[in-house]
């Protein structure tokens, strides 16, 4: 591992000898590290067998969020996705929480939503956690959720016997029936794609910061919804979110609708402890 970590600190332009290396957490996908060189502080992670171009998009993502000028994210020094030794190495972030940093965080998010592009979706498939997200570009937004965001996910349900029998008939019925709720005309929003609560970290000064994006142009609404479904996110958020731009108002109508794609990405991930959650969602929409 520490040529590994040698290398891509070359990759970064850092040849200054590594003196502090300690394991972090990275979330369960990767392997990550905590590297101090007399040049500077890094947090650099490794994927043994990344799909390809796995941490290019990752990093497209946070230039791509960073040229909003809204949230803070860490700087992106180098990648690579060679197989058997893909990396990416990030600027350390580390501050300590401040009493408005949750408040600066809602403000900022609603910056970057405020951001817009010029259709939905991307012009590269990525990647939510480790599973394949189908992409492409449309004017519409309805027609990009309906079926390159759950489509997708009801496909992969049935590949892997998690979308059966009523199950599937109540999730098929819901997709023929989305123009019910989900608004086609909708701006194309920046959005960050998987913003859990273990996705941003505090910076210097009490700075929030976003992580690990899965990006896409879409309905900010997408992202809001799912930042309530795990939680992570205090009174605050919402606040001061809402003051900079407030939500539709039939938002919490459709809330539901979107935060099933991320119960449907779990589920096929985890299995039958997040279905439950899917079928109150599909027999409350498709009865």
Wanted: aromatic letters at 14%; proline letters at 5%.
């Amino acid at each position: 591992m520490h040529t590994l970590i040698q290398t891509a600190l070359h990759e970064a332009g850092d040849y200054t000898k590594p003196f502090n290396i300690k394991q972090s957490h990275g979330g369960s996908i990767n392997e990550s590290y905590f590297v101090e060189t007399e040049q500077q502080k890094y947090f650099i992670k490794f994927h043994p067998d990344a799909p390809d171009r796995f941490f290019e998009l990752e990093a497209k993502g946070l230039e791509l969020i960073n040229g909003t000028n809204s949230i803070s994210v860490p700087d992106v020094l180098a990648y690579s996705d060679v197989k058997g030794s893909a990396y990416l190495v990030l600027e350390w972030v580390e501050g300590t929480k401040k009493p408005q940093t949750e408040a600066l965080l809602g403000d900022r998010i609603a910056q970057m939503h405020q951001a817009t592009g010029k259709q939905h979706g991307f012009p590269d498939d990525t990647f939510i956690g480790l599973l394949p997200q189908p992409n492409g570009l449309f004017d519409n937004w309805l027609q990009y959720y309906r079926d390159r965001r759950l489509s997708a996910q009801l496909k992969l349900g049935i590949d892997r016997n998690r979308m059966t029998g009523n199950r599937r008939i109540r999730m098929e019925k819901l997709i023929d029936n989305l123009h019910n709720w989900v608004p086609d005309d909708v701006a194309p929003s920046y959005l960050h794609g998987d913003l859990w609560g273990g996705n941003w970290l505090t910076g210097k000064d009490g700075e929030p910061y976003v992580i690990d994006p899965s990006f896409l142009f879409g309905d900010r609404h997408f992202e809001l919804a799912f930042t309530e479904l795990f939680g992570g996110y205090s009174a605050d958020f919402y606040q001061a979110y809402k003051k900079r731009f407030p939500v539709m108002r039939d938002y919490e109508d459709i809330k539901p609708l979107y935060q099933l794609y991320y119960l449907l990405v779990h589920l096929n991930i985890f299995g039958e402890m997040y279905g439950g959650a899917v079928d109150a969602i599909l027999k409350r929409y498709a009865g």
